[in-house]
Structures are given as C-alpha cells and as structure tokens.
C-alpha cells in the first residue's frame, strides 16, 4: 500500500513569510509525527498525535510553530515568521500504535530553505 | 543533550567486510530502534530490540543490547555498497510515547 506522503518536497521562503507543510501518514495509522533535521544531525521531535488524544507539543522550538491533524489523518505543520534557523528537512512519520512500541514510517521529508 | 549517541561519526570500509556501529544511552529504555536513512531523505526501520532481549537478527543484521552498560551496537555482515547510508538508533523510554534519535553513523561502503 502508499506509504508516507509529504508536500511539498522542497520549499524555498523568504524571511518573515509563513509555510505550511503537509503530511498524508499510512492510513490506519493512528500516530503521526513530526522531527525536524538539520544539516548532518540527527532528528529532532517536535510534536506527536495519538488518536483523538492532545497532541504531545513539547518538542516545538518556539510558538511560531503549530501544527493541527484533521480527521485523524492529514497534518499540517505551520511555521509563521519563518527565520533562516528554521532551515531543515522536515520529516513526518506514522505508526500502527502507541508510539514507542512500534516501528516509526517515515514520509520523504519536506526540505525547507528560508532565504 | 541526545539520548542516544552513535559511535563512530563515520565509517569507511570495504565491500564484503563487517560494519559495527554502537550506541550508548543514558536512561532506562523499553526498547531500542535502528534506522537507516539515504541521502538525507526518510528513514526506514531495521530492526527493534526489547529490553530484555540481548540479541536479535534480520537478515546480515545482528544487533545487541546490554542494559547493564546502557549500549547497543549494529552489525552488518557482508556489506554492499548498497548499504552506504546513515545508520541512527532511538530509544523509547519509560513514560514517554515518542522516541528519541542519535545523530547517526554515516556509513561509506566502497566497491
């Protein structure tokens, strides 16, 4: 079946716009999540949904960063005032359960670039 | 600070030969995870090992685990060129639904 999809792949902004970026997980997935990477580093989580629970929002760097799934499904990460440190691919991964108990199905990554 | 650590950074060996990579981290863990991930694009699971496994197999992968030193390490026998990635391990630790990344071992495997 399709696995992770993301949009766009690549994203060139300028300093100051707002960026959305989209996240189609694995259907019946129930987790969803979203990391962030920067050059040569390992992955940085920024949010987590499980279900119809509160999403985990402890990982986002600063209130310029949201992110919403709807119906259970599709998730859009939203960074306003987008700042060059903001520069990172953009990795979304789904699960069949609960978080840590299971393999993660990473999407392609969205590569943002803040000029 | 992360989690997880890879070690090495990096690794350059020949096609045909064994590659090690370790992790060391610093909490209780329910279960360890190895990725892989090629060009800096999306990862793939390998493999997980639970916390009172010691040893577990896929394929040319064998990884281990040993709590008592908080380490795991990765073992790919004959290597391919093929497998010339990065190699991360996460933890999932107690409490907590999310998983933590290293920063990875960037494997260079030549013809």
């Known amino acids: 079946g399709a696995g992770v999809s993301q949009s766009p792949s690549n994203k060139v902004t300028e300093k100051g716009k707002d960026v959305e970026l989209r996240c189609d997980p694995i259907s019946g997935h129930t987790a969803l999540y979203w990391y962030r990477q920067s050059l040569g580093q390992g992955l940085e989580f920024l949010i987590y949904?499980?279900?119809?629970?509160?999403?985990?929002k402890s990982g986002l760097p600063s209130d310029r960063f949201s992110a919403e799934r709807t119906g259970g499904s599709v998730s859009t990460l939203t960074i306003q005032r987008t700042q060059q440190e903001d520069s990172a691919v953009y990795l979304c991964?789904?699960?069949?359960?609960?978080?840590?108990?299971?393999?993660?199905?990473f999407g392609p990554g969205t590569r943002l670039t803040v000029t | 600070s992360q989690q997880g650590e890879e070690d090495p950074q990096a690794l350059s060996i020949q096609e045909g030969e064994n590659a090690t990579m370790n992790c060391s981290y610093k909490?209780?863990?329910?279960?360890l995870q190895w990725y892989r991930q090629n060009s800096g694009r999306g990862l793939v699971h390998l493999i997980l090992?639970?916390?009172?496994?010691r040893e577990k197999h896929s394929g040319r992968l064998r990884v281990t685990l040993d709590t008592s030193k908080k380490s795991s390490s990765l073992l790919i026998t004959a290597s391919r060129a093929a497998d010339t990635a990065s190699y991360f391990c996460a933890t999932a630790r107690p409490g907590y639904s999310t998983l933590t990344f290293g920063k990875g071992t960037m494997l260079l495997v030549s013809p």
């Open positions: 909490t209780s863990i329910n279960n």
């Open positions: 090992i639970r916390s009172n496994e």
């Open positions: 991964a789904s699960s069949h359960g609960q978080g840590e108990s299971y393999e993660q199905y």
């Open positions: 949904f499980q279900g119809n629970s509160a999403p985990d």
